[in-house]
């Protein structure tokens, strides 16, 4: 279930998750650069294509791993 955000992103982790869109990588890559600067752990994690689901693993590692999730969707 979805949770409330938290207030402060200190000592939180962070997912970057990569839907498979066409440069939905270089956005993600942006905001790496941003959070890591700022001292905030971050993972990542991908779909093969954004034509198809994610791995329910792939969901399951980052739901225990992250705080917040970022989603990317480009083209």
Do not use: C, M, W
């Not at 207030?7 to 941003?34: H, N, P, Q, W």
């Amino acid at each position: 279930p979805r949770v409330s955000p938290p207030e402060s992103l200190e000592g939180k982790t962070v997912a970057l998750f990569d839907l498979g869109k066409i440069r939905s990588d270089e956005f993600l890559d942006y905001l790496e650069a941003r959070f890591v600067d700022r001292g905030i752990d971050v993972i990542r994690a991908s779909k093969p294509t954004n034509g198809k689901p994610a791995d329910p693993d792939i969901v399951q590692d980052v739901a225990q791993r992250a705080h917040v999730v970022v989603e990317a969707v480009a083209d």
